[in-house]
């Protein structure tokens, strides 16, 4: 981990070069939930490939840019579209926008993921706030010799996910309408999707939802000192007895649905911020 | 790496120690976070910092002072690692059980495994030990089988075999004379190096773990291909209670480590006095 310390220092700078604002939150955008960036009023935007030590995108619906500007008021920074490890990239330099956000004077992140919804009460469509998580990636962003200028070697993982802003979330949720639960994300590694054996499994082991995605950029935001909240968008349901085939442009598709009611919970959120 | 490789490094590595050192150790010693006690309790007859020693990496953990002390433990010949190495370090399964090889043929028969680790069983008390009688590894790294594993010495072995039954009843038997807890439970790996989350805490709970830490797993199965008997021993430094989890930190770890230490070095010296 000792080579990421410079490599920030360069991303940041060429960042600031492009846009001198000082971010109050990074906004990391998952499958289907891009058109959140359409409510930011843009003051950079930089393709992936631009942008130094940053990787490509090349999952479905995964546009590969950072949004630099204001979301009601608010300077924030967003990825439309991340890094999965499935794609073979390197958790390290996954979760490496992470460290550029906060480097960038971020304290906030905000991540979002379309997952399958395995809690017999959710709905396709539903949204979850992530109350905590369980790593079956079977792999870590952390590993190597720890640099402490980025954060403590052994990360405390008590309240990952800040319990004041889930609150907050959820108040906004009722206020609106719009049905919000509070549950147990699970990430595995994917590219598959799970047999019903291991959906089973996953339930079994306390998990509501899974996804391929957002507990590196947790774990690193954990590691950094940043508070986070996450979104879970349920677009498809996985119940093991009675399995349907999932099919990803259908996913997307539900995901675009559901993006609005995200918008709204995000705008609020980050209302508390200013 | 394959096998033969990875035995040459540790055989120049032993060569090396066995030419400053000369005494034979029937017993090897890795000790985990805070355990350094029972270190001070050996009279050492040589120390060498890990940098020292030919082919090994050197500790990057806190708590891990990183040298190899070979001397006599209550009138026997030891070797202890003081300091290990962990996966979350970046180090190869290969890398990281390099010691374990070079104690193997250094001479020892019979290792006591060390850890830290955070207790998942409610009835454990932080400062207590467990005996580790099983364990789960959910470390998801494994060294390159085809190559690494020495096949024919290790068909049929499950890797909790060296998990010495008689060197248990020994130990509860010494724990009982000098009145504490020694309890006898299943270790859980994992990778790390970040704490458990809330959710973590209670799927491991169900899956049967009574602890849960960052090391031990590597260095057993390395020790059960080498036929080495082994005692594992947990410390238990936190109990972890999903529904009210406080923040753990390092530093907390270390501190009931050092309570847990006097009795870690009352079990390994009864053992070693008794060979």
Known sequence: ?274 | MNVASIQSIASASAEWLQNQWTGRPHFGIVLGTGAGEVARAIVAEKVFPYRDIPNFPVSTAIGHAGKLVCGKLAGVNVVAMQGRFHLYEGYSVELATLGIRVMHQLGIKKLFVSNAAGGINPNFVSGDIMMIDSHLDLMFRRAQPTNFWNFERTTGLRSDQAYDQPMMEQAAACARRNNFALHRGVYVGMLGPNYETRAEYRYLRRLGGDTVGMSTIPEVCVATELGIRVLGLSIVTNVAKPDSLDPTSGEEVVAFADIAAPKLRTIIEDAVSRN
């Open chain 1, 1 to 274: 981990m000792l080579e990421l310390f410079d490599k920030i220092q360069e991303t940041t700078a060429f960042i600031r070069s492009k846009w001198s604002q000082v971010p109050k939150a990074g906004i990391i955008l998952g499958t289907g939930l891009g058109p959140l960036v359409k409510k930011i009023d843009v003051e950079a935007a930089i393709d992936y490939g631009d942008i130094p030590n940053f990787l490509k995108s090349t999952a479905l619906s995964h546009r590969g840019r950072l949004v630099c500007g204001k979301l009601n008021g608010l300077p924030i920074m967003a990825m439309e579209g991340r890094q999965h490890l499935y794609e073979g990239y390197p958790l390290k330099y996954i979760t490496f926008p992470v460290r550029v956000m906060k480097a960038l004077g971020a304290d906030l992140l905000v991540v979002s993921n379309a997952c399958g919804g395995m809690n017999p009460y959710y709905k396709c469509g539903d949204i979850m706030l992530i109350e905590d998580h369980i790593n079956l990636l079977g792999d870590n962003p952390l590993i190597g010799i720890n640099d402490d200028r980025l954060g403590p070697r052994f990360p405390d993982m008590s309240e990952p996910y800040c319990h004041k802003l889930i609150d907050r979330a959820l108040s906004i949720a009722r206020a609106k309408d719009i049905v919000a639960h509070k549950g147990v994300f699970v990430a595995v590694s994917g590219p598959n999707l799970e047999t019903r054996a291991e959906y089973r499994f996953l339930r079994t082991i306390g998990a509501d939802v899974v996804g391929m995605s957002t507990v590196p950029e947790v774990i690193v935001a954990v590691h950094s000192g940043m508070r986070v909240v996450g979104f879970s968008i349920v677009t498809d349901m996985c119940f093991p007895d009675s399995l349907k085939p999932a099919d990803p442009h259908e996913i997307v598709k539900i995901a675009n649905a559901a993006e609005p009611k995200l918008t709204e919970l995000v705008l609020g959120v980050l209302e508390g911020e200013k």
